[in-house]
């Protein structure tokens, strides 16, 4: 199983300098090869597809990762005016070129509908503008961890990392990444001993349901409050744009309020992953199953209730809960966003008809006992989570808690 472990690092400005060589060299080869890719894939489609590699002239075919790699990197930099690729680490290089790949197909894909969820548009060139910037380093680039706990980046140099816990294992790779507020980071993909996380089995299971008014409810009847933190810092961070609203365009206060803007950005984003990683920790760990019901956030978003909605950040909580319970040998199933948690009796499983917003507490008609509008969701999606979980094991090609719907 792979494993990201992210940590900040503190570069010197000699190493920030030479990152952003880096940066700038893989933007000229993701550029390079898109302009000879672009307009040969636009023709392909103007020309019906794959029929326009039997075509003549400059459109003919379309070079792979490989060939790109020999024209634009080793070719390339024995030309004066590409010479300065010589600044980059050959497989960041390379890499770029992979990633161009499976951008293209990840566009194609999503246009013949072979991929789910929102389209994808075709890769874009790249700016030097552009706020965050990443770079892969593979074991061929020979990065490495040295004793004093720096990390050696291949033409960036001996790199401080603010170690927060060990890796658990030698990483596969590396990357460095800029966000856009200006601080650095570094990535490890780890391959990870699926074993080594498992626990103890235990004799629960958890219905969770989220909402606006209160983070979660669980199927015990107790709740997850929402976080605070968020209100208070969206207020400082409205007041920060309109500061940078007023500063003149292009000009050095403009960009400092900017990485301000940016920076308070960054915290909040970084205090609501610690109170879901905090929150997928325990619930993974107190029970032998986490239900949870999939919510349709990109169809919210639409309506005035998507500032709250991404305030909450449900899909990164569901998501972490996902790879947690994967990771400790739990169990985990999402109750299809369709199913009416509301209207369902959690006790009897009687289904009954809608009821408006202010109808808080009625009795179940069929088995009579009192339900708590907020309490009986989290119970109903434990009921229901149980039956999904129970028809995957069971039927002959389960799609797996993980499996995309629709
Ligand atoms: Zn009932």
Same mark, same amino acid.
């Given at each position: 199983?792979?494993?990201?472990?992210?940590?900040?690092?503190?570069?010197?400005?000699?190493?920030?300098?030479?990152?952003?060589? =880096?940066?700038?060299?893989?933007?000229? &080869?993701?550029? %390079?090869?898109?302009? +000879?890719?672009?307009?040969? @894939?636009?023709?392909?489609?103007?020309?019906?597809?794959?029929?326009?590699?039997?075509?003549?002239? #400059?459109?003919?075919? +379309?070079?792979?990762?490989?060939?790109?790699?020999?024209?634009?990197?080793?070719?390339?930099?024995?030309?004066?005016?590409?010479?300065?690729?010589?600044?980059?680490? &050959?497989?960041?290089?390379?890499?770029?070129?992979?990633?161009?790949?499976?951008?293209?197909?990840?566009?194609?894909?999503?246009?013949?509908?072979?991929?789910?969820?929102?389209?994808?548009?075709? #890769?874009?060139?790249?700016?030097?503008?552009?706020?965050?910037?990443?770079?892969?380093?593979? =074991?061929?680039?020979?990065?490495?961890?040295?004793?004093?706990?720096?990390?050696?980046? /291949?033409?960036?140099?001996?790199?401080?990392?603010?170690?927060?816990?060990?890796?658990?294992?030698? /990483?596969?790779?590396?990357?460095?990444?800029?966000?856009?507020?200006?601080?650095?980071?570094?990535?490890?993909? $780890?391959?990870?001993?699926?074993?080594?996380?498992?626990? #103890?089995? =235990?004799?629960?299971?958890?219905?969770?349901?989220?909402?606006?008014?209160?983070?979660?409810?669980?199927? %015990?009847?107790?709740?997850?409050?929402? #976080?605070?933190?968020?209100?208070?810092?969206?207020?400082?961070?409205?007041? !920060?744009?309109?500061?940078?609203?007023?500063?003149?365009?292009?000009?050095?206060?403009?960009? @400092?309020?900017?990485?301000?803007?940016?920076?308070?950005?960054?915290?909040?984003?970084?205090?609501?992953?610690?109170?879901?990683?905090?929150?997928?920790? !325990?619930?993974?760990?107190?029970?032998?199953?986490?239900?949870?019901?999939?919510?349709?956030?990109?169809?919210?978003?639409?309506?005035?209730?998507?500032?709250? $909605?991404?305030?909450?950040?449900?899909?990164?909580?569901?998501?972490?809960?996902?790879?947690?319970?994967?990771?400790?040998?739990?169990?985990?199933?999402?109750?299809?966003?369709?199913?009416?948690?509301?209207?369902?009796?959690?006790?009897?499983?009687?289904?009954?008809?809608? @009821?408006?917003?202010?109808?808080?507490?009625?009795?179940?008609?069929?088995?009579? =006992?009192?339900?708590?509008?907020?309490?009986?969701?989290?119970?109903?999606?434990?009921?229901?989570?149980?039956?999904?979980?129970?028809?995957?094991?069971?039927? /002959?090609?389960?799609?797996?808690?993980?499996?995309? !719907?629709?």
């Amino acid at each position: 199983m792979q494993l990201r472990y992210q940590f900040r690092a503190r570069l010197t400005p000699g190493q920030c300098i030479r990152a952003a060589r =880096v940066f700038g060299c893989k933007r000229v &080869v993701w550029n %390079d090869a898109l302009a +000879i890719v672009a307009p040969r @894939k636009q023709a392909n489609s103007l020309l019906g597809g794959p029929r326009a590699r039997f075509a003549e002239g #400059p459109y003919w075919g +379309i070079p792979k990762a490989v060939e790109l790699g020999r024209l634009l990197i080793t070719e390339a930099k024995k030309a004066a005016r590409r010479a300065f690729l010589a600044d980059a680490p &050959v497989g960041v290089l390379q890499q770029t070129l992979r990633d161009l790949d499976r951008a293209w197909k990840a566009h194609e894909d999503s246009k013949s509908g072979r991929r789910p969820g929102p389209r994808v548009g075709p #890769p874009a060139f790249k700016s030097r503008k552009d706020m965050r910037q990443t770079a892969r380093f593979t =074991v061929s680039d020979r990065f490495r961890v040295l004793d004093d706990g720096r990390l050696r980046l /291949p033409k960036i140099g001996d790199v401080r990392i603010r170690w927060s816990r060990d890796l658990p294992s030698a /990483p596969s790779s590396v990357t460095l990444i800029r966000d856009r507020s200006g601080r650095y980071w570094v990535s490890f993909v $780890v391959e990870a001993d699926p074993v080594a996380d498992l626990l #103890p089995p =235990v004799d629960r299971d958890q219905g969770v349901d989220l909402g606006l008014t209160r983070f979660a409810v669980l199927a %015990d009847g107790s709740h997850i409050a929402n #976080p605070r933190f968020l209100r208070r810092a969206e207020k400082k961070l409205a007041r !920060r744009q309109r500061e940078l609203a007023r500063k003149e365009k292009g000009s050095k206060n403009r960009e @400092k309020a900017r990485i301000k803007v940016a920076r308070t950005h960054a915290a909040v984003a970084d205090a609501r992953r610690n109170f879901h990683h905090q929150w997928s920790h !325990r619930l993974t760990r107190d029970n032998q199953a986490v239900y949870c019901e999939t919510l349709n956030v990109r169809g919210m978003g639409r309506t005035r209730l998507a500032k709250s $909605v991404y305030d909450a950040g449900w899909a990164q909580f569901v998501g972490f809960l996902e790879y947690k319970a994967k990771r400790r040998g739990r169990s985990f199933a999402k109750v299809d966003s369709r199913f009416p948690s509301s209207r369902i009796c959690s006790s009897c499983g009687r289904r009954d008809g809608a @009821k408006p917003l202010w109808v808080r507490t009625w009795t179940c008609p069929g088995c009579g =006992v009192r339900l708590d509008r907020d309490w009986n969701a989290g119970k109903t999606i434990r009921r229901e989570g149980r039956r999904v979980l129970a028809a995957s094991k069971t039927a /002959p090609s389960p799609p797996g808690p993980g499996a995309r !719907r629709r």
